[in-house]
């Protein structure tokens, strides 16, 4: 890789991953959560701003150390069946993991620790930026593509929603296919797929991915990613910041490492599942019709973007956005306790319905409700 100098500093070490995104740490400012909805509300990107790292209080703190050690074994076997999934779809062994940042990053991290530990295979691996209505970042993917000409590129994230991001990884690479003649897939792997829109996953149960609850302090504390002009120049990659200053509560590579140490756990299991099961399965989109109904009761425009379905995304809503309420399937169900303790703190309401399609859905204030 060439152009290394500039990039955001991590936590993480640098064999599991490179982020390709510009170093802003000292130039970019976090806007208050009223100055960014406000914004975004008025029409700007909700990349051209940061929210305020969110500092969790100790009870949520001990829920999430709870939730990794009682979940670190199914996320260790889950891991696993992505990787050999897609090692089985690539059909070759020269593979370059490109997580999109940040929610990807740490599962990247963790399929490339899995490929190279269990299987035996040396799989580079690259963080990038996609945002919603914007793309993913060009300038990232060319200079993969310039080092890595003729290896299969594995796009990765963590878990899917409502499938937008999906759908912004589709436009890119037919777009970037048809202008340069590459042969890039858009077959996106991810942990967990509630929303029924990616091809290659772990499961498609709405279950909590551990590393949804918090935000730079389990992502090589690295920030959301930024696209703003008056930092970021048009052959810049995408950019985002290093929180050194939490050094101290930084969990990212304490969540990759037990993990990982459970591969060995599931190895056998991993192997004879992913034999025996679909490498891939059609996106039929399911969780998106669900979407379209609350968004034309609730709303009183079609602005789906205020719906963010699925446990990760709802957790998402309560840490960074200005939530307006959060549905929930069952109130007891151990994935969504966190939830509840932010929409404690936070005073936002909690409805239970049982007839929900994903396990929880956040809805965002916008001054459009019903």
Not at 208 to 222: K, Q, R
Request: proline share 4%; charged share 30%; hydrophobic share 40%.
């Amino acid at each position: 890789m060439n152009r290394v100098e500039g990039l955001v500093k991590t936590s993480y070490p640098k064999e599991d991953i490179t982020f390709l995104l510009k170093d802003v740490t000292e130039d970019f400012m976090e806007s208050t959560l009223e100055e960014r909805e406000r914004a975004v509300q008025s029409g700007a990107h909700y990349a051209e701003r940061l929210p305020i790292e969110y500092k969790p209080s100790k009870e949520y703190t001990r829920l999430y150390h709870s939730t990794v050690e009682k979940t670190k074994g199914r996320l260790g076997y889950l891991v696993g069946l992505v990787a050999r999934r897609i090692h089985l779809n690539a059909k070759t062994d020269d593979i370059v993991l490109v997580s999109l940042a940040r929610a990807g990053s740490p599962i990247g991290i963790l399929i490339r620790r899995y490929a190279q530990h269990e299987m035996g295979l040396d799989w580079p691996h690259y963080s990038v930026s996609i945002l919603r209505d914007k793309g993913i970042d060009n300038k990232a993917l060319q200079a993969i593509h310039q080092d890595h000409p003729n290896s299969r590129i594995q796009f990765v994230d963590g878990w899917t929603g409502k499938g937008a991001i999906q759908k912004e990884l589709t436009k890119a690479v037919q777009s970037l296919n048809n202008e340069k003649g590459w042969n890039l897939k858009d077959d996106m792997a991810v942990l967990a797929d509630p929303g029924a829109c990616a091809v290659l996953f772990g499961t498609r149960d709405d279950f909590l991915i551990p590393s949804a609850c918090l935000n730079a302090t389990v992502s090589g504390l690295v920030s959301r990613t930024i696209l703003n002009d008056r930092y970021v120049g048009e052959d810049d990659f995408h950019g985002a910041k290093f929180y050194a200053e939490m050094l101290d509560e930084d969990l990212s590579n304490d969540f990759v490492d037990q993990v990982a140490g459970t591969f060995r756990d599931s190895a056998a299991a991993v192997e004879r599942d992913a034999a025996e099961l679909p490498v891939t399965m059609e996106r039929t989109w399911q969780g998106m019709k669900e979407v379209e109904k609350i968004g034309d009761r609730l709303y009183s425009e079609q602005d789906y973007h205020l719906i963010k379905p699925g446990v990760g995304e709802t957790t998402r809503v309560l840490l960074r956005r200005s939530p307006w309420k959060v549905f929930v399937r069952n109130l007891d169900h151990p994935d969504i306790q966190h939830i509840l303790i932010l929409a404690k703190e936070k005073g936002v309401p909690v409805e239970e319905v049982p007839k929900l399609f994903y396990r929880a859905i956040g809805l965002i204030r916008s001054g459009k409700e019903i």
